[in-house]
């Protein structure tokens, strides 16, 4: 979230699409409804008529993976009735930015697409250069070749009446959502956008997203409170495991793991350090030197010398996607000998799960680490299979839970909150952070003992977190804030700071890249300082009475509640909107009062030291044109790559970079209903968490399969009653919920019936089921790899048992 | 330096401690105050979905007897969902995993095996499997060149967003340093 919960309440409009808080983030409808008690309004648009949709001013229905559609007629709308805020889309994003001869879009196609190996060439998007090498502008925008015009091309083919017959909303529904909140263009109007899985498990999932980021620059709906682009994270820390870079392309930090050809530190910061001439422009990740410097001393400690190139050699260089399914599809071929499941249930969380499991029989070994019996650490023993078959070794170690250990949190608003450990972990069990410990100094003294392949990444990792039973969590938090290896003074404007050899630095702007500092992951600088643990505060005050509670726990950066704030001032420090200001410039003073600014600098009207509210691009303005998605530099609707109809917009049927697998199949005849996969409130996740607590296997006990009175009328299905659902992949059985919360879509003046259905369920666990995941496809977002769980072609037919 | 599991605890209860001494004159007559009174309190955050809500674990004799939405966060000011309010059962509940359990190769069943046996054998399987696996240099198929690449392409870590900030950080310095490139979670999802 570029905002967090609680600043829901002060929206204008909150928009909630591809999501469902009622249902899935119910204690954010505390915020929502205060909203609403302020006058606020609430959208929800959605494939079914959710909780959330039930206490929606206006609810639109909308045919599942047709987003793109849906938001690209909004952004025509504002644009055509004229309801931008101009000066924030002319002044913060990159509207009169001129781009290059070259780029060109036709049929659903932008240039230099490559058939064979069905990419694009992205430098063919480029900005036009002028003098000094930096990107032309125009700053009437009337330019042909500027952003604000081509973007206006680009979206005017999205009229209310195509996208409609795309999305298969009712026109007046459509036109009450799109007045409704662009109403909020105005500077004194604040507008959320809320999405979750909705908008990310697609072919065009971060299209999707950018669909969202740009309706909202062009509002001037970011930076600001009661405004931002808020992705609703799924799980409690998930936001927390991926600032720490638990994925494939990924270093803690959102540092890119290296690439093959990053050959050495040299390489990797010239490739990943994005450069700039514009003096107004603050580049932050033009600081990406410091911060691999010291996460690389954080981990070689004094092995790590400027000589030796701080051991960038150890870390491994990837050579292409090894994405969730890549990687499932290796283990399948048998490619694979181990894997380490920590909290994590592959034969129910991922697509295409009956392919998953006998993938996992064919590892030699495999390592669950969980607080129950999952899936996956049974999977040699599930219903149709002989356990004697299956030669992969199996061990099942037993975690604590939440409060039987310590340490910390971040939530979807970044917001990282320390926990305490309550009791000992029951039985057995321990704790993750004690599992990881024992793996890595067992491993380490194997190495340190009998050698093998090069054994210097391991052996001479610091590791360090105490002699107890139990790592010092306090240890490794301090560690990940960073600390100094040796005395320094630092100047800083008029300041002069000393540190001494072990001092914690106080915040990321102190860290550096010649070895005098060491820290973990930059972005949680400042959350353990020398004055103590910044995560555990429970100071409640609010002295903005916007909800920013400053001093509860921590939130990355550097303890900043709204990101992107100085887009919430105008270029000359002053709020867009002075009743709910975020931050504000005191010109007597020199000095931002309010949220922690997005940097110290003055507002950008200074000539000498103003930047643009940006910060992470080099160009300092927001992109409504991207110059690095692999699909395009503007969002397109493209068809689900299982879809009930043909692309409406242009003969490019599918996302062009997207490559479909074989188990895909859009035979109407075969497949006539659009199936999608959900949440409920009752259950989470794959279910291990929820499955077997007796409370909530009572609220909802059985898997379920949810239809429309009239599929249920047309195929003799009664509540309750037994149903067989099939795809390309795979078949499941359930009970049928026959509800009125679904109804079937108009797609091209066809009524195509939706079934949908939880993907909590699998065999483990108190409460059992067929996991909807059987159903699902591997085939996932071009520059994401997030699978398209949303949007599927299925049959239903009465009758079956339960396997 | 080390610390010890009671130290542990009692750095929890102690924080907590201070958070509820706040409003010792309203807490006589408060009735879910009597229903706890002479009980340990703990704070903690749920851990079901991103809200983040504050939640109070009450525990007597190393036990927790009571969970309930803490007053006093900001977020949720007490209120709790039928998940964050199940949380109690997580903690109290016959089906959690309390051994360590192997399955050999072919058997239909699992063995109870000691942490020491168990973490041993993991260390031996992963050393195997790196040392076997293991990718010092790698000719990309584009350019033809040679490139070191350091990696391990026999193994994977999956995992996890349940796992807390400083074990997340941990696992993927482990698992750098492993050499694994095929490291993933359910961000991926």
């Not at chain 1, 059985?702 to 795979?730: C, H, P, W, Y």
Request: aromatic share 10%; net charge neutral; glycine share 10%.
């Amino acid at each position: 979230m570029t905002n967090h919960w609680i600043d829901l309440k002060n929206s204008d409009a909150i928009l909630a699409i591809g999501c469902n808080p009622a249902e899935n983030h119910p204690i954010s409808f505390k915020w929502i409804e205060q909203a609403l008690d302020n006058g606020g309004k609430l959208i929800a648009v959605d494939p079914r008529f959710t909780r959330t949709a039930s206490k929606a001013d206006i609810y639109a229905q909308i045919r599942p993976g047709t987003d793109i559609a849906f938001l690209g007629g909004m952004i025509n709308y504002a644009l055509q009735n004229r309801l931008i805020h101009e000066e924030y889309v002319r002044e913060y994003t990159n509207a009169s930015f001129i781009v290059n001869e070259q780029y060109d879009f036709e049929d659903g196609m932008f240039c230099s697409f490559d058939d064979q190996e069905k990419t694009y060439d992205l430098k063919s998007w480029a900005y036009a250069n002028g003098p000094g090498d930096q990107p032309r502008r125009d700053p009437s925008m009337k330019d042909p070749r500027s952003v604000f015009q081509l973007l206006k091309k680009h979206f005017s083919r999205y009229d209310v009446d195509t996208v409609c017959a795309i999305t298969g909303t009712r026109k007046e529904d459509y036109l009450a959502v799109a007045k409704a909140f662009c109403a909020t263009g105005r500077p004194d109007k604040a507008g959320t956008i809320l999405y979750a899985m909705g908008i990310t498990q697609s072919t065009h999932g971060t299209q999707n997203v950018r669909a969202v980021a740009l309706l909202q620059m062009l509002l001037g709906n970011i930076g600001i409170a009661g405004g931002g682009v808020n992705a609703l994270r799924g799980e409690s820390n998930v936001q927390g495991s991926s600032d720490y870079g638990l994925l494939f392309h990924l270093l803690p930090g959102y540092l890119k793991s290296p690439e093959f050809d990053n050959v050495d530190l040299k390489g990797y910061n010239e490739k990943w350090t994005p450069k700039t001439r514009d003096p107004k422009s603050a580049n932050w990740w033009g600081n990406t030197p410091k911060y691999i410097t010291s996460m690389l001393k954080a981990w070689y400690g004094d092995h790590a010398t400027k000589e030796n190139d701080f051991c960038y050699s150890y870390l491994p260089k990837r050579s292409g996607n090894y994405s969730y399914s890549k990687i499932i599809e290796r283990m399948g071929k048998g490619e694979l000998e181990g894997l380490v499941c920590m909290g994590m249930n592959p034969a129910v969380g991922g697509p295409d799960s009956l392919k998953a499991r006998e993938a996992l029989g064919k590892l030699q070994w495999l390592v669950t680490v969980d607080l129950w019996e999952t899936e996956t650490s049974i999977f040699w023993k599930r219903p149709g299979v002989n356990a004697r078959e299956i030669q992969t070794e199996v061990f099942m170690l037993p975690a604590a839970s939440s409060v039987e250990k310590e340490g910390s949190i971040s939530n979807s608003g970044r917001w990282t909150q320390w926990r305490y450990a309550a009791i000992h972990p029951v039985g057995d069990a321990r704790s993750d952070l004690h599992i990881i410990d024992e793996f890595c100094k067992r491993v380490k003294a194997l190495y340190a003992k009998d050698g093998g392949a090069f054994p210097e990444p391991i052996t001479r990792l610091s590791w360090n977190y105490g002699d107890g039973h139990e790592p010092d969590v306090n240890l490794v938090a301090r560690e990940i804030n960073g600390y100094f290896t040796k005395e320094m003074t630092i100047t800083d404007k008029d300041k002069v700071l000393e540190f001494k050899k072990g001092d914690q630095v106080p915040m990321f702007k102190y860290l550096q890249d010649d070895g005098s500092t060491a820290g973990g992951c930059w972005i949680y600088c400042g959350s353990y300082t020398n004055d103590g643990n910044q995560m555990a505060r429970r100071d409640a005050s609010d002295p903005t009475g916007l909800g920013l509670f400053p001093k509860w726990s921590w939130c990355w950066p550097v303890n900043r509640r709204i990101i992107y704030n100085r887009a919430s001032v105008n270029p000359a420090g002053e709020p867009f909107n002075p009743k709910r200001p975020v931050i504000a410039w005191d010109g007597l003073e020199k000095k931002w009062k309010g949220d922690v600014p997005d940097g110290p600098w003055p507002p950008m009207n200074d000539a000498k030291e103003g930047k643009y509210p940006f910060i992470m691009l080099p160009e300092g303005h927001g992109r409504l044109y991207a110059l690095d998605m692999k699909d395009g530099p503007f969002p397109e609707h493209y068809e689900p790559v299982e879809s009930p109809t043909r692309n409406l917009l242009s003969r490019t049927q599918n996302n062009p970079v997207v490559k479909l697998p074989a188990n895909v199949s859009s035979d109407l005849a075969k497949y006539p209903c659009i199936g999608t996969t959900y949440r409920v409130t009752e259950h989470w996740q794959a279910g291990a968490m929820t499955r077997s607590l007796p409370w909530l296997v009572e609220l909802v006990p059985d898997m379920f399969v949810e239809i429309s009175e009239t599929l249920a009328r047309q195929k003799g299905i009664a509540n309750g009653d037994q149903v067989k659902v099939s795809t390309e992949r795979g078949s499941i059985q359930a009970k049928a919920l026959v509800t009125s919360r679904l109804k079937p879509f108009n797609v091209g003046g066809k009524m195509i019936e939706q079934v949908g259905m939880p993907w909590h369920f699998g065999y483990a666990g108190l409460a059992t089921g067929d996991s909807g995941n059987v159903l699902t496809p591997t085939v996932g977002c071009a520059n994401t790899s997030i699978p398209e769980f949303k949007a599927f072609l299925c049959s239903i037919d009465k009758g079956g048992k339960r396997a | 330096m080390g610390i010890s599991r009671r130290q542990f605890l009692q750095g929890g209860a102690l924080a907590a401690g201070a958070v509820l001494a706040g409003k010792p004159g309203e807490a006589s007559v408060d009735t879910p105050d009597l229903r706890t009174r002479g009980l340990k309190s703990t704070t903690t955050i749920c851990p079901f979905c991103s809200v983040g809500c504050g939640i109070i674990v009450h525990t007597r004799d190393g036990k927790v007897v009571n969970t309930e939405g803490d007053p006093q966060h900001p977020i949720n000011q007490g209120s709790l969902c039928p998940k964050g309010s199940a949380l109690f059962q997580i903690a109290n509940n016959e089906r959690r995993l309390q051994k360590v359990m192997y399955r050999a190769p072919g058997s239909d069943r699992f063995e109870e095996k000691s942490w020491d046996w168990a973490l041993d054998r993991i260390a031996q399987r992963m050393k195997e499997t790196r040392d076997r696996s293991f990718k010092a240099k790698e000719t990309n198929k584009k350019d033809k060149k040679e490139y070191v690449v350091n990696r391990t392409d026999g193994m994977a870590f999956f995992g996890g967003a349940g796992l807390d900030n400083e074990e997340c950080y941990l696992w993927s310095k482990f698992a750098r340093a492993m050499g694994i490139g095929q490291l993933e979670h359910q961000a991926r999802l």
